[in-house]
């Protein structure tokens, strides 16, 4: 059989081990060190010298004291975009809180702000404020971040942005992740950068990140001895897995050239094709790092579904996967609010990641779109 063609795999640059030997060399091996605070100075470089970036064990922990820092407790509600991954909406679970869930609009595939806006207005309606909202910038693609916003100031409501796909991906110039109260980011080892596992907490200010920091080292107190006044985690981001990431941050701009090439690459196979859409920008205020190139497939006009492309493409050992299936038909959520129509189950039904890797070889495009062709005809 012939080789895997993955997702999305990890692609190295050349220069991590550079900085993974120097920890070795000077035995900073622990969740602190040279590499974690040049991790995030490179970070807060890229996406804006004016905020503070946390660098941590994953991007469900950053997730995690981004709600903590909002102040979520026991029995609040917080709204959270459908259409996602799990990992967005888990950690509303862990501070004993209450997913609100919202469906997606057609232009971003993310949350839509008129069904925001009527969930507020009904959960203020019955006495209860939402404490915060997690809005997604999924597969990379900007939110309608200028309209959710507004929202969320309006109401006065904390704004967390999961930008765990969207590093890189700007709006109107912005980068996401840098527009909420606090910012989400994560370097698993599927995303434009990888760090194998990690993330990272995007705060506005020192104080915010110092108390992340806190949080995420079981919150010790400053004492000689070990005092602890708070409940902390185990969070940190270690000093080996961040000087992968230094590495990383010098091919960043180029991996994210390599996915949006990936990007052109399937709007030339689809551009005659009846019935398929490949998710692109609305216009030129999003860029999007295209993490994932999607198709949306029309069966009525196709003759043939999502999963049976995904399972000619698995036939011949390439990997592909259906749209995240939203949240508010997971079972684990099935009692929850939700608030919208059918957008996200729709797009679920309809829509395929396709392999989409900065690190996809000639060799590699030729036979995707070999078996894509042979599979329309």
Same mark, same amino acid.
């Given at each position: 059989?012939?080789?895997?063609?993955?997702?999305?795999?990890?692609?190295?640059?050349?220069?991590?081990?550079?900085?993974?030997?120097?920890?070795?060399?000077?035995?900073?091996? #622990?969740?602190?060190?040279?590499?974690?605070?040049?991790? %995030?100075?490179?970070?807060?470089?890229?996406?804006?010298?004016?905020?503070?970036?946390?660098?941590?064990?994953?991007?469900?922990?950053?997730?995690?004291?981004?709600?903590?820092?909002?102040? @979520?407790?026991?029995?609040?509600? @917080?709204?959270?975009?459908?259409?996602?991954?799990?990992?967005?909406?888990?950690?509303?679970?862990?501070?004993?809180?209450?997913?609100?869930?919202?469906?997606?609009?057609?232009?971003?595939?993310?949350?839509?702000?008129?069904?925001? %806006?009527?969930?507020?207005?009904?959960? =203020?309606?019955?006495?209860?404020?939402?404490?915060?909202?997690?809005?997604? /910038?999924?597969?990379?693609?900007?939110?309608?971040?200028?309209?959710?916003?507004?929202?969320?100031?309006?109401?006065?409501?904390?704004?967390?942005?999961?930008? #765990?796909?969207? =590093?890189?991906?700007?709006?109107?110039?912005?980068?996401?992740?840098?527009?909420?109260?606090?910012?989400?980011?994560?370097?698993?080892?599927?995303?434009?950068?990888?760090?194998?596992?990690?993330?990272?907490? @995007?705060?506005?200010?020192?104080?915010?990140?110092?108390?992340?920091?806190?949080?995420?080292?079981?919150?010790?107190?400053?004492?000689?001895?070990?005092?602890?006044?708070?409940?902390?985690?185990?969070?940190?981001?270690?000093?080996?897995?961040?000087?992968?990431?230094?590495?990383?941050?010098?091919?960043?701009? #180029?991996?994210?050239?390599?996915?949006?090439?990936?990007?052109?690459?399937?709007?030339?196979?689809?551009?005659?094709?009846?019935?398929?859409?490949?998710?692109? %920008?609305?216009?030129?205020?999003?860029?999007?790092? /295209? &993490? =994932?190139?999607?198709?949306?497939?029309?069966?009525?006009?196709?003759?043939?579904?999502?999963?049976?492309?995904?399972?000619?493409? %698995?036939?011949?050992?390439?990997?592909?996967?259906?749209? &995240?299936?939203?949240?508010?038909?997971?079972?684990?959520?099935?009692?929850?609010?939700?608030?919208?129509?059918?957008?996200?189950?729709?797009?679920?039904?309809?829509?395929?990641?396709?392999?989409?890797?900065?690190?996809?070889?000639?060799?590699?495009?030729?036979?995707?779109?070999?078996?894509?062709?042979?599979?329309?005809?």
């Amino acid at each position: 059989m012939k080789s895997k063609i993955w997702l999305s795999s990890p692609h190295m640059g050349g220069t991590e081990m550079k900085y993974v030997k120097e920890a070795y060399d000077t035995n900073w091996v #622990a969740p602190l060190g040279p590499n974690v605070n040049g991790f %995030e100075k490179d970070l807060t470089h890229y996406i804006g010298k004016e905020y503070r970036v946390a660098c941590l064990s994953s991007g469900t922990a950053a997730l995690h004291l981004a709600l903590i820092l909002a102040d @979520v407790q026991l029995n609040d509600e @917080v709204i959270c975009q459908s259409f996602t991954f799990s990992a967005s909406a888990n950690p509303i679970t862990y501070q004993g809180a209450n997913p609100i869930f919202i469906d997606s609009e057609n232009d971003t595939w993310n949350m839509c702000p008129i069904y925001l %806006e009527e969930a507020i207005v009904d959960r =203020l309606a019955k006495g209860k404020k939402p404490k915060a909202i997690i809005l997604v /910038h999924l597969y990379g693609m900007p939110a309608k971040i200028d309209e959710i916003l507004a929202i969320a100031n309006k109401y006065e409501i904390t704004l967390i942005e999961d930008a #765990a796909e969207a =590093l890189g991906s700007t709006f109107k110039g912005q980068k996401c992740g840098t527009f909420g109260d606090y910012g989400i980011l994560s370097f698993n080892g599927n995303k434009i950068i990888t760090t194998s596992g990690g993330g990272a907490i @995007v705060c506005k200010n020192e104080k915010d990140k110092q108390k992340a920091i806190f949080l995420a080292t079981q919150a010790r107190d400053d004492a000689p001895h070990y005092q602890h006044s708070e409940i902390g985690y185990n969070y940190r981001m270690s000093n080996i897995i961040a000087g992968i990431g230094r590495g990383q941050m010098e091919v960043l701009d #180029a991996h994210i050239g390599l996915r949006r090439d990936m990007n052109l690459f399937y709007k030339n196979i689809f551009k005659n094709v009846e019935g398929i859409t490949v998710f692109e %920008e609305p216009n030129n205020d999003y860029y999007s790092n /295209h &993490w =994932l190139s999607c198709v949306l497939i029309d069966s009525g006009i196709t003759g043939f579904t999502r999963e049976e492309l995904r399972l000619q493409l %698995e036939k011949n050992n390439i990997e592909s996967r259906p749209l &995240w299936k939203p949240m508010h038909l997971q079972p684990v959520f099935k009692e929850c609010d939700y608030y919208g129509g059918n957008v996200s189950e729709t797009l679920f039904n309809k829509g395929l990641c396709l392999p989409s890797g900065s690190n996809l070889a000639k060799e590699d495009r030729i036979r995707i779109e070999e078996v894509i062709r042979g599979f329309f005809n």
